[in-house]
């Protein structure tokens, strides 16, 4: 699958001191499969590409630390970019009523939309008016009313039995009955059509022209795949919108539409729609889409916590310490509680790529083991965990009695400890640090 696939080439790039035009190409090409696979459209792959490619060949990755773990960053950086940075908030009208205006096409999500923005806005302390504009389908108006009646909030719609209806005069009234009842938000509910079509656009641009909105949202359904960029463009020119909404994002789809969407038309997403539920929606995240899209959550994850804690720094001087043979008992618990700082250590090999061979070593290691490793190194005098070689027969039943453990077990932990630093002080003298503690355990 395609975290897997990820994994394996970062876990070949991890290797490498520099990373190689080659390299570079073969991790693009892993990311452009990787965005086509999560239907972002072909145009804004390749721009998305374009980029990456020109930064993991440039100053930034060859001046790194770690070439491909600042490549798998670029990525992500790029695509929080992309998605907006940072969440963006409605921006209310210093002179309420705000107006809110919902389009997109038929079946999108726009008047379950209008519900859960209803009902989150009253939350928030708003007292807002739903305004039933789509007279085009028989029962839209209804299914509004509805939806009103759920989150306790008041609809406008016109007359029944009014025939179809004039939706820019329903738009026009409501903000009326706004002022008039002082309704500090008005969300205008619009009608959609299963394409792009052009009565449609003429319609929705001239409810935008009556209402004058603070907001126009753009709804769209995520799994959309390949037309999202087609239909966003066309509503971005037809009536254009200032954010977008994600809708059905609970379902399969990977949320590539979010990035073609946000990428061609440069409109930040707002609001991202979870469910049938009117509680299913929530302000959108770029950085939760960004791990989404590409799948990298695990990867971004073990980054993080093995960059907190082994730093290639901290992994130098330890194994200087054992080349040098200074290594100490108090530099194996030092070792330990970095181990225990990074919660299950089988879960962080599990994400770790390659970390399939150390697991299988790990799985009759528990992490009890450590609790009581460290009981009997706590027990020692600060002299006994510098020279191990001063622990003889009563000094090692002191420590048992001290840490609730058993003499052999004090001893199989002094064994250990000096098999360790004569195994990594062989290693250390050929050059490759290995994590303390894993191997002869
Ligand atoms: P509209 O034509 O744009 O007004 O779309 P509707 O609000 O009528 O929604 C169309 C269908 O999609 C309805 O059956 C909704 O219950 C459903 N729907 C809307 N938003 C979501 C969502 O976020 N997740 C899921 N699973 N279904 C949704
Ligand atoms: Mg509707």
């Given at each position: 699958n395609l975290s897997d696939r990820l994994a394996d080439t970062f876990t070949k790039l991890r290797s490498k001191g520099k990373l190689s035009p080659a390299d570079v190409d073969g991790t693009v090409r892993e990311i452009r499969r990787a965005l086509l696979e999560a239907d972002v459209a072909l145009e804004v792959v390749k721009d998305f590409t374009g980029r990456i490619r020109e930064r993991a060949l440039g100053d930034e990755v060859n001046k790194a630390l770690n070439p491909a773990q600042q490549v798998v960053q670029i990525v992500n950086e790029e695509l929080i970019g992309i998605l907006g940075g940072q969440t963006r908030r409605l921006e209310f009208a210093k002179q309420p009523p705000t107006v809110i205006m919902l389009a997109g096409l038929?079946?999108?999500?726009k008047t379950t939309l209008a519900g859960k923005l209803s009902k989150w806005l009253k939350s928030e302390g708003h007292t807002p008016m739903l305004v039933a504009?789509?007279?085009?389908?028989?029962?839209a108006v209804t299914q509004l009313q509805v939806v009103g009646e759920q989150a306790g909030v008041p609809v406008f719609a016109p007359?029944?039995?009014?025939?179809?209806?004039d939706p820019i005069r329903v738009a026009k009234d409501a903000i009326k009955e706004a002022n008039r009842k002082q309704y500090d938000t008005v969300i205008v509910d619009t009608a959609g059509r299963l394409g792009v079509d052009a009565e449609l656009m003429k319609q929705a641009a001239g409810i935008r022209k009556a209402v004058d909105p603070d907001e126009v949202l753009f709804v769209i359904d995520?799994?959309?795949?390949?037309d999202a960029v087609q239909t966003a463009r066309a509503f971005q020119d037809g009536v254009d919108f200032t954010g977008v909404v994600l809708t059905k994002?609970?379902?399969?789809?990977?949320?590539?539409a979010a990035l073609s969407v946000a990428s061609v038309t440069g409109r930040p997403i707002m609001f991202a729609s979870t469910g049938e539920?009117?509680?299913d929606f929530e302000p959108f995240h770029p950085d939760r889409m960004a791990s989404r899209i590409l799948d990298l959550g695990d990867i971004l994850t073990l980054i993080e916590q093995a960059q907190k804690t082994f730093d290639e720094e901290q992994a130098l001087k330890t194994a200087e310490k054992f080349a040098t043979d200074t290594f100490t008992l108090e530099d194996f618990l030092e070792q330990m509680q970095q181990l225990k700082n990074m919660g299950s250590i089988k879960n962080m090999l599990g994400m770790l790529p390659g970390g399939k061979n150390m697991r299988q070593q790990l799985?009759?290691?528990?992490?009890s083991e450590i609790t009581r490793t460290e009981a009997i190194i706590r027990s020692m005098t600060v002299q006994e965990r510098r020279?191990?070689?001063?622990?003889?027969g009563s000094r090692r039943l002191r420590i048992a009695k001290g840490s609730g453990t058993t003499v052999t077990e004090v001893n199989a932990l002094v064994n250990r400890f000096e098999q360790a630093a004569k195994m990594m002080k062989t290693v250390a003298k050929g050059g490759t640090p290995q994590i303390p503690g894993m191997g002869p355990i």
């Open positions: 038929q079946g999108a999500g504009a789509d007279l085009q389908r028989p029962n007359e029944p039995g009014n025939g179809k209806g995520s799994l959309i795949g390949q994002l609970d379902g399969d789809s990977r949320g590539g539920g009117l509680d799985d009759s290691f528990d992490e020279q191990p070689k001063v622990l003889n």
